[in-house]
């Protein structure tokens, strides 16, 4: 069983940053490949951004391409997101996701196993 929980969200007005962090229970952190995942109020959940194992590969939504980076410490159990440039469409509920191996980094929420709670990100205009 692995817990995620996340960090870091709030309230940011338009051209602002934020980074996220995702911190993940047990020994078994850096085999997952993880993942970001956002739900704005009244759309349904989307990708934002994967990051694999070893951090060799990472994937994002276009819409966030060029603003967002992903990243992660296996040394800490942690997996970050780096959010600049935010716009107000970014405002959402941001959740972090963990795959279990050997499924691999994706951008579908069916391949993720296990995710947090959710941190609030408020965009103003």
């Known amino acids: 069983q692995v817990q995620l929980v996340e960090s870091g969200g709030g309230l940011v007005q338009a051209g602002g940053s934020l980074r996220l962090s995702c911190v993940a229970s047990?020994?078994?952190?850096?085999?997952?490949?993880m993942g970001w995942f956002r739900q704005a109020p009244g759309k349904e959940r989307e990708f934002v951004a994967a990051?694999?194992?070893?951090?060799?590969?990472?994937q994002y939504a276009n819409s966030v391409k060029g603003r967002f980076t992903i990243s992660r410490d296996n040394g800490k159990n942690t997996m970050y997101l780096q959010a600049n440039s935010l716009k107000p469409e970014d405002t959402a509920v941001y959740y972090c996701?963990?795959?279990?191996?050997?499924?691999?980094?994706?951008?579908?929420?069916?391949?993720?196993?296990?995710w947090g709670q959710g941190t609030q990100v408020t965009v103003s205009s």
């Open positions: 990051i694999n194992w070893s951090e060799r590969l990472t």
């Open positions: 047990g020994r078994t952190f850096s085999s997952y490949d």
């Open positions: 996701a963990a795959a279990i191996p050997p499924k691999g980094y994706s951008i579908y929420e069916g391949t993720y196993d296990y």
